[in-house]
């Protein structure tokens, strides 16, 4: 069994820790502010974002740093692994869920059946008042 694990950076390139710190959501899209802090030798350097949302718009990417020059700023977009369901980890998750859902049928089916006595009970109840 093997885990998916990310591609790791491209060679010479550093992966950059950079949270979203602002999002304004507007009618059909929204804009995102990541930052993030890497210090570097003097020279070039590739930096690597992960995680950023594949629908973003290319021209609407941009970067910015304090001491340096940005040279360039693009999106490459990858196929994701294909999950095969024999992660061990998904398939504790999906156990877990399956139990929780047997769990909740067992107490569901059991109101149903109390809802049930209950029904018989009144109706009882009902005949001996009009008797």
Do not use: N
Not at 34 to 59: N, S, T
């Amino acid at each position: 069994m093997s885990t998916a694990m990310p591609d790791p950076a491209p060679t010479g390139a550093a992966d950059v820790v950079a949270p979203i710190t602002d999002v304004l959501v507007l009618e059909d899209r929204a804009r995102v502010t990541r930052r993030g802090e890497v210090r570097l030798a003097a020279g070039q350097a590739r930096l690597v974002v992960r995680g950023v949302a594949p629908v973003l718009v290319d021209k609407t990417l941009t970067a910015t740093c304090d001491g340096a020059t940005v040279v360039d700023v693009r999106c490459v977009r990858a196929l994701a692994p294909w999950r095969t369901g024999d992660d061990v980890d998904a398939g504790a998750a999906a156990s877990t869920r399956g139990a929780d859902a047997a769990a909740r049928a067992a107490e569901l089916d059991a109101a149903a059946a109390a809802v049930a006595r209950l029904v018989a009970e009144v109706e009882v109840a009902e005949r001996q008042v009009a008797d």
